[in-house]
């Protein structure tokens, strides 16, 4: 087996430059760096995890804590988290929070109080005082992406400015009867997403002087299908009659496009229709929609919490609003009369 004398043979170095190169810290330059990297990979050198664990106090390891792992936006987020902890080093370990109370209690008060992570990434969660005192009790760096949090290091998103985008832009094309695809209640958890969105969407109406309709609502859940089956009972619900739709996610605002071609409507001719997130199917679909990156906002949570590692003891972490951005393409234009 390769050793770290090797490596330093290899490279010209000392053995404490190589631990220090291959470990991700700063007080190495990025030449001696890249000649330590090359020697490892010619020789397949390793460092052994559990060695610069003893060395170094840390486990080279970030705790993710996430609720859904089979949904696009989670994925594509916790994608833009691994590209930079890996890039940095370190490993990732999931913990995916059910909705079941006593599963979530325990990832909280057993799983992560293992020591096996050296900070916590908390994604898409409203944690309760228990669960905000719980991980700072850890005594490690804990970022959060979502919604405010007084406890802790927030990046958060605003839900509420999101759907009032959203639905400015319809209007600004003259729509004034836009229906609007939300979600049930059991989905409307952790930072109540679904309802912050139908809040921005009926702002921006009541700004504009016109009165929200319950008749042009209609909940689904952020899948697809559920967008699809949304939009067919809106579409198909006497005095309804929507000339444009705004979907609280890109993924139910694509449904309701196939389910309106389905009955006949063209898009945007005879319907225009606008969503959230940025969805890669967006594109291909020529979607309006408000993009909140979530691609960047696992890359940004990833920096702040490598940040976090770095910090001088007692600072004082930074809060900060994620960025979204309206981006119009062909299924939105004006409304005619």
């Known amino acids: 087996m390769v050793g770290i004398d090797e490596v330093a043979r290899e490279a010209g170095v000392s ?127 804990v970022i959060a992406i979502g919604g405010p949090n007084a406890l802790l290091p927030t990046l958060s998103i605003d839900d509420v400015g999101l759907g009032r985008l959203a639905t400015e832009h319809l209007l600004a094309m003259g729509h004034r009867d836009i229906g609007h695809i939300g979600a049930d209640p059991e989905f409307d958890i952790d930072f109540h997403i679904p309802s912050s969105r139908r809040h921005g969407f009926e702002l921006a109406l009541r700004a504009a002087g016109v009165d929200p309709r319950p008749e042009l609502f209609e909940p689904g859940d952020f899948t697809i299908e559920g967008g699809f089956r949304a939009a067919k009972q809106l579409l198909g619900r006497p005095g309804a009659t929507p000339t444009a739709i705004f979907a609280a996610s890109d993924e139910m605002a694509i449904g309701a496009m196939l389910a309106a071609r389905d009955l006949g409507y063209r898009v945007p001719e005879d319907l225009s229709v606008a969503g959230i997130d940025g969805h890669e199917l967006g594109r291909f679909f020529q979607l ?16 702040a919490i490598l ?3 770095e910090r001088p003891a007692g600072a004082v972490p930074d809060r900060e609003e994620l960025p979204y951005e309206l981006v119009v393409r062909g299924s939105t234009a004006r409304r005619r009369d």
């Open 15 to 141: 053995t404490a430059t190589v631990s220090r190169a291959l470990s991700g810290k700063h007080n190495v330059s990025e030449p001696t760096r890249e000649r330590v990297q090359e020697a490892a990979r010619r020789l397949g050198y390793v460092v052994s995890s559990s060695a610069s664990s003893l060395a170094s106090g840390r486990t080279r390891n970030i705790g993710v804590v996430i609720p859904h792992i089979d949904r696009w936006f989670f994925s594509t987020l916790l994608s833009g988290i691994a590209t930079e902890v890996t890039r940095a080093g370190y490993d990732i370990t999931l913990y995916n929070v059910t909705p079941d109370l006593e599963h979530r209690r325990q990832v909280f008060d057993t799983f992560l109080r293992r020591q096996r992570v050296d900070g916590v990434i908390a994604v898409a969660l409203e944690l309760g005082e228990y669960e905000s005192r719980a991980l700072l009790s850890l005594g490690m760096p």
């Open 288 to 303: 309006t929609t408000v993009d909140q990156f979530p691609s960047g906002q696992g890359a940004r949570a990833a920096a």
């Open 307 to 309: 940040h976090e590692l």
